[in-house]
């Protein structure tokens, strides 16, 4: 007997093989009238019940049923599905072992490369070498992520990663831009996740994307636009990113919400900021990533400061802002525009 997936057996099936458990003899009339069904609907569940084997003619008198122990019934009906799980495991396992016998000779070819250098090519296989790097970390793991805003669900696919690695002892330290401070799942994030003992800082700039496990793997992105990643093994320029790393670590601040460091302030810190990169002469696109927020935020913001140094160009607005001391690097000068 094999297997049928379709949904069975069905509420008519469960009433008739009900009555005749409690009934000695099968009356299709009466059964009808006190299921509340039509002659055809027993008729058809009466087939159904005796094909399945639920239901069986008593040896001495054909005219009576008798009900079957579903579960031998069970056991019958499903076993061909079993077998087929069985094989299909043993299909799996076998395609994974085939596989898992070129990973030696992979690993060979990496090191006859003098770089260190792999290039991953997609997201999926970017996740799959994340997730196992992180499996293998044993001490520690540094994160650069730029960006103001990390939707839910990455935030949630990472969340098992991170709780298994701080539940082993690895350290985790990683750095958000300043806008960060603004998202609401980002906050959350890191409230539950430093609870567990990882560590948050931010910054206005950073540097770029990375991740590092142990100080000998790094990630960086791919330059394509199909979140791609470059992996390095080499020990000189890992220990290079590292370096990065810990001279922008030094000069973050620990990560604390906006409301709680006065949402006021805090934006005054930002327009400081975009001033620099104005009067540095940098353009919208990369004022946005440097500070990790859109293109029209950013855009917004550079409206607002030129509106308010009553700049009508950048070069202008540069040059307002240092005369006021807003640049950060030296007092106001007080003394009367030229």
Not at 85 to 107: K, M, N, P, T, W
Not at 151 to 161: G, H, M
Not at 251 to 265: M, N, R, Y
Not at 289 to 308: P, V
Request: hydrophobic share 40%; glycine share 8%; aromatic share 6%.
């Amino acid at each position: 007997m094999t297997f049928d997936p379709s949904p069975w057996p069905g509420d008519r099936e469960v009433a008739l093989y009900q009555w005749v458990a409690g009934n000695e003899r099968l009356d299709p009339d009466r059964a009808a009238r006190e299921l509340g069904l039509a002659r055809d609907e027993v008729d058809a569940a009466l087939t159904a019940l005796t094909q399945r084997g639920l239901l069986k003619a008593d040896a001495d008198d054909p005219t009576r049923l008798r009900p079957v122990d579903p579960d031998l019934v069970a056991a019958v009906v499903t076993t061909s599905l079993e077998e087929t799980i069985r094989a299909q495991q043993s299909e799996l396992h076998r395609i994974r072992d085939q596989f898992a016998s070129l990973r030696g000779h992979y690993r060979d070819s990496l090191s006859r490369v003098s770089v260190g250098l792999e290039v991953i090519p997609g997201l999926e296989e970017v996740r799959a070498a994340l997730n196992r790097a992180s499996a293998e970390c044993t001490e520690e793991m540094l994160t650069s992520q730029p960006g103001g805003n990390r939707v839910p669900a990455a935030l949630q696919e990472a969340l098992a990663r991170d709780t298994a690695l701080l539940s082993r002892g690895v350290r985790m330290r990683t750095l958000y831009h300043h806008t960060a401070r603004f998202n609401g799942p980002s906050q959350a994030y890191v409230a539950m996740v430093s609870g567990l003992g990882a560590e948050y800082r931010t910054a206005h700039e950073l540097f770029g994307r990375l991740i590092v496990f142990d100080r000998r793997v790094a990630f960086i992105p791919d330059k394509g636009d199909n979140w791609g990643a470059v992996v390095i093994r080499e020990p000189s320029v890992v220990h290079y990113l590292c370096e990065v790393f810990e001279q922008s670590w030094t000069h973050a601040e620990p990560f604390a919400d906006a409301v709680t460091d006065g949402l006021e302030a805090v934006a005054k810190d930002i327009d400081r900021t975009i001033v620099r990169l104005l009067a540095a002469g940098m353009k919208d696109e990369t004022i946005a990533r440097r500070l990790g927020m859109s293109l029209r935020t950013a855009r917004k913001h550079i409206a607002d400061i030129m509106e308010t140094l009553g700049a009508e160009s950048r070069f202008q607005a540069g040059f307002l802002s240092a005369r006021q001391g807003l640049l950060g690097d030296e007092p106001p000068d007080t003394a009367s525009p030229g």
